[in-house]
């Protein structure tokens, strides 16, 4: 979600500043790039987006001509972006409310979880300093006391050195404050709580309040950098020798500069193996002689001779510099590899039909500290989500259980130091029927139902004992409850009550339940555990719940409203430019 809602960020600029320039058929096409980033579901990077457009319109504004015409270019911009995304966002708004996201982030469990480490800042100018956090084993990596979580958020910061040290010279150039003030904003904020008063600025700035992890921050540091860069080598072709002299003096300095922290960061820390010591000279060996070669590109730039040369040379420098060090980022697994069931499965089938209780996730580190291959590992593990797609169902997995009902995030919590604990039953009332590990578990309530290994993670499956009520059951006994249809957005239940009671559906009692007994309305409720609860009289009765997220058609409907005002936009523009 991060990776495709920061993809729409570059062009959401370029759109902005072509609907500034002279309207048209970008003020449409901006509104629906904005409602595509919506639409990828984060909302740090739609809310940094729109803060970026927001403020340089309105200081467009406040010092501009056509103030009237440009004003109603960005009114037409956000009205056409929020209404197109209010099928996510009207739906998201009545939701969260209702979760554990619903209220303040804590500040520094969530709000500034994973901030960027200053000395993480030396991976701008040498990529594996720190070691490499993608490899598939731990002893490749020793940088993880510099990460919140023992292992970085963005796990690739470096940008090279032509960049970092070429943008200075866009300061003259249009846009080219604004492009470094980006650049540098992004990678302070980036700081996080490493940053002193970033507490302060967070409570202060009502934009921050719906973020988390600000290592995230470091992607508007390093457009604001890439677009410096171009600015840079744009004004590169006009400038006089003396001032390129000059800029030039100025890089060699950061060069030198740049050297001395990377001599600095190159001490090894204590407990560093040889292995690694050796990793992290040839990172810092590497990064200098990257440096050597953007100062040399730099000194082309003196020559009249030579500056076209050294601006064409300067893209493509940059861009095997910085491919060379990511081209690991595009690795992907075979597709037999990654289409091939769980062995898992094969042995314990049950599985496919129980609530499962992932507790691997509380041992993430474990799939990385072997030889094999982490990602076969946790597919084997049934490491969420990873399968969903063999039809495993996850009765209290973490992400799950954050997004959904303050109550689900408890019962998570309950079922998880319960069977941890040696005593099941809360797992057991919120109907689960199944607990993955990594290694054994000696609990009273757990019978080993497979046992599987992959590289040097050993993998247990556990069935509950005695196993769960039904999904739907009565309380209190003494009523036939039977399944009749079962869908994501559809239960069917058929009751046969000597008495007046409830029955109790192991689904959420969120909003947007509707009940009908006997073809009649009922109210649906939620038992102590925030389940689905709905009242039946005695005899004989056929009870339908139904799921629809509130706000849907409201959104729906509103984003056909921004569709039909975005062609519109568009035809008239059309018609514009053709008179």
Not at 174 to 202: D, N, S
Not at 319 to 325: I, K, N
Not at 381 to 393: C, D, E, K, N
Not at 430 to 438: P, R, Y
Request: aromatic share 6%.
């Amino acid at each position: 979600s991060l990776l495709l809602a920061a993809s729409w960020t570059p062009w959401i600029l370029l759109g902005a500043l072509a609907a500034w320039r002279r309207g048209g058929r970008a003020v449409p096409l901006t509104g629906l790039a904005i409602a595509a980033q919506a639409l990828a579901c984060e909302p740090t990077m739609l809310a940094c987006t729109a803060a970026v457009v927001a403020a340089g319109w309105i200081a467009g504004l406040v010092r501009g001509e056509e103030r009237r015409a440009r004003l109603a270019r960005g009114a037409a911009i956000a009205a056409i972006a929020g209404l197109v995304s209010a099928v996510q966002l009207v739906p998201a708004a009545l939701w969260v409310p209702h979760t554990d996201r619903g209220a303040a982030l804590p500040f520094r469990e969530s709000a500034a979880w994973w901030s960027l480490h200053p000395e993480r800042l030396h991976e701008l100018l040498a990529p594996l300093v720190h070691g490499n956090a993608m490899a598939d084993r731990t002893a490749a990596f020793w940088g993880g006391h510099l990460s919140d979580a023992g292992y970085p958020y963005v796990p690739r910061l470096y940008l090279g050195w032509i960049p970092l040290l070429l943008a200075p010279l866009a300061w003259r150039a249009r846009w080219g404050k604004t492009a470094l003030a980006l650049g540098a904003g992004g990678f302070v904020l980036a700081l996080g709580h490493h940053l002193p008063g970033y507490e302060g600025i967070h409570r202060a700035v009502p934009l921050l309040w719906i973020t988390r992890y600000p290592e995230k921050f470091t992607l508007f540091g390093a457009l604001g950098i890439a677009t410096a860069l171009a600015l840079a080598a744009s004004a590169a072709r006009g400038a006089r020798a003396a001032r390129m002299a000059a800029a030039v003096t100025a890089l060699f300095l950061l060069a030198a500069t740049g050297s001395l922290a990377l001599g600095t960061a190159g001490v090894p820390p204590s407990g560093i193996t040889p292995e690694q010591e050796a990793l992290r000279s040839a990172a810092i060996l590497r990064a200098l002689a990257t440096g050597a070669a953007a100062a040399a590109i730099g000194a082309l730039l003196l020559s009249a001779r030579c500056r076209r040369a050294a601006v064409v040379l300067l893209p493509l420098a940059a861009l095997l510099d910085v491919a060379s060090s990511t081209r690991e980022v595009a690795r992907t697994r075979p597709a037999a590899d990654d289409s091939r069931p769980p062995r898992i499965l094969a042995e314990a089938p049950g599985l496919r039909e129980a609530e499962v209780l992932p507790l691997v996730e509380l041992r993430p580190d474990a799939f990385f500290l072997g030889e094999g291959d982490p990602r076969a590992a946790m597919q084997e593990a049934l490491y969420p989500y990873s399968g969903l797609r063999w039809g495993v169902r996850y009765g209290a997995a973490d992400d799950v259980a954050r997004t959904m009902s303050v109550a689900s995030a408890r019962r998570r919590r309950a079922a998880i130091e319960g069977i941890l604990g040696g005593s099941p039953d809360a797992a057991r009332s919120s109907g689960i029927g199944a607990v993955v590990s990594v290694g054994e578990l000696r609990r009273p309530g757990l019978r080993e139902a497979a046992r599987v290994r992959s590289g040097a993670v050993e993998i247990v499956a556990y069935d509950l004992v005695p196993p769960p009520p039904g999904l739907v059951r009565f309380e209190g006994g003494g009523a036939r409850v039977a399944w009749v249809e079962r869908a994501p957005h559809r239960i069917e239940v058929s009751v046969d009550a000597p008495e007046a009671g409830a029955i109790v559906v192991a689904r959420e009692a969120v909003p947007g339940w509707s009940a009908l007994l006997d073809g009649r309305t009922a109210a649906v409720g939620g038992d102590p555990l925030g389940l689905i609860r709905v009242e039946v009289p005695a005899g004989r009765h056929a009870v339908v719940l139904r799921h629809a997220p509130p706000g849907l058609v409201i959104g729906l409907g509103l984003g056909l409203l921004g569709l039909a005002a975005a062609a519109a936009g568009l035809v008239l523009a059309a018609r514009r430019a053709g008179a």
